[in-house]
């Protein structure tokens, strides 16, 4: 499986941004994909799901009404557009798997495999 994660880069607080990340070597349309994130000295955190049709997401309480994960079956990409962004959310951010098809992603005891990651700094 390889997830490669694309998107980050430096946006001023409030503004948006929009990650991708493209999967190959899984049957992409049968499994739940995710976000989390890791801020510099913290533990990875979960910030949002998706089911394998794209019927239902779930998020953190911190991004909830700011982020949406959304998903194209077709082209093997999750996204995670960040709007309002806030210095807090500076982190890099990777893209998950679930260890099977159907399962849910909730922590990254969840996770099968992960994206390399990408950066995403706000600055105030």
């Known amino acids: 499986v390889q997830l490669q994660a694309s998107g980050g880069g430096l946006v001023q607080a409030g503004g948006s941004l929009r990650l991708s990340c493209a999967a190959s070597g899984l049957p992409f349309g049968s499994y739940v994909m995710g976000w989390f994130r890791q801020a510099p000295g913290k533990e990875r955190q979960f910030v949002a799901a998706i089911t394998s049709s794209g019927s239902n997401t779930v998020y953190a309480d911190s991004v909830k009404g700011r982020f949406t994960i959304s998903r194209d079956n077709a082209k093997n990409t999750v996204y995670l557009q960040m709007n309002t962004v806030r210095p807090e959310d500076t982190a890099v951010y990777y893209c998950?798997?679930?260890?099977?098809?159907?399962?849910?992603?909730?922590?990254?005891?969840?996770?099968?495999?992960w994206g390399q990651g990408t950066l995403v700094t706000v600055s105030s």
């Open positions: 998950a798997s679930a260890r099977f098809p159907y399962d849910r992603i909730r922590t990254a005891a969840d996770v099968g495999s």
